[in-house]
């Protein structure tokens, strides 16, 4: 059997051949190597492995046992994998911005067969972990996410209409004016800890789809492909993110394995 490995910032994900065939996936936390190891000797000790991902030396350091893993570069394994996905879901995208939202964001251009990184950002899914975390206490990524899907923005954010009342709006009312800025504003309002994590998804999403708008505009594409495992379960920033790319007039595009681009990238170099 053959295996791909992405050991990235957060989580190393795994993409696989399992005995029907089929391409499986398993994620274990790039803090657990340990388990990495004992999953690959367990089930897979005679697997051909190809490593990618920030973390990848690290791993094949910590796998010695294991001689001479061949590696690929992360950028080439991700846009590989996106590559397949979008052929496996009979998407259509010649040219695209492609945003993957891990630890950090990295912002990519893929046209035809050639693909350059373009930009990125610090804020990212290790921001919905971290910031999500100082400002509730809560510390597991589920809870996060599903009690952000609980929470309510209006008391947190500043959107346009709040700013421009009763006077002719310059742009759409329904925009965000200033993430965060209610905390400040609205002072007669009350908010808890499901407002505060949906407000800190709300930075992420826009923040993201902001540069990927800016980036299809000044290279002339319309499809955004947004990857990366903060998206994984996570529909609110899913429809963030969707709504203001529609918005602004380009065509957001979410694959069914939202993470596992760089691990089936380097599963199919293998
Ligand atoms: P990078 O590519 O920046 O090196 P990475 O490859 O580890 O990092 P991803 O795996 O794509 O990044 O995404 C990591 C993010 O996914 C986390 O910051 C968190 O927001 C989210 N996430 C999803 N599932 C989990 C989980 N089970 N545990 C922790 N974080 C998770
Ligand atoms: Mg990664």
């Known amino acids: 059997t053959r295996i791909g490995i992405d050991a990235g910032g957060t989580l190393t994900k795994i993409a696989y051949w399992d005995e029907k065939k089929e391409m499986s996936f398993q994620s274990f936390p790039s803090s657990d190597f340990k388990a990495v190891k004992e999953w690959l000797e367990t089930n897979h000790s ?17 796998l010695t046992s294991i001689n001479e893993i061949p590696y690929i570069v992360e950028f080439d394994a991700t846009m590989n994998g996106v590559m397949h996905q979008l052929k496996e879901e009979v998407i259509n995208s010649e040219a695209a911005i492609i945003a993957n939202i891990g630890t950090g964001t990295s912002i990519h251009i893929m046209q035809g067969e050639t693909h350059s990184r373009i930009g990125g950002t610090g804020i990212g899914g290790g921001t919905l972990l971290g910031l999500g975390s100082a400002l509730t206490g809560i510390q597991n990524y589920k809870d996060i996410i599903e009690q952000s ?43 808890n800890s499901t407002d505060m994590l949906a407000g800190v998804q709300g930075i992420i999403g826009e923040v993201v789809a902001t540069l990927c708008i800016q980036a299809a505009d000044a290279h002339q594409v319309e499809d955004i492909i947004y990857i990366g495992s903060t998206l994984e379960g996570n529909e609110l920033l899913q429809k963030i993110i969707e709504s203001y790319t529609i918005l602004k007039e380009k065509k957001p595009i979410f694959l069914e394995k939202h993470g596992y681009s760089g691990a089936i990238g380097a599963l199919l170099e293998n």
Do not use: W
């Open 149 to 191: 899907k609980m929470g309510n923005r209006s008391s947190v954010d500043i959107l346009v209409s709040d700013i421009y009342q009763n006077n002719k709006l310059p742009l759409k009312g329904s925009l965000t004016a200033s993430n965060f800025g209610g905390v400040a504003l609205k002072t007669h309002d009350t908010r």
């Open 46 to 62: 005679l697997a051909s492995i190809c490593l990618t991902g920030g973390r990848a030396a690290q791993l094949k350091e910590y």
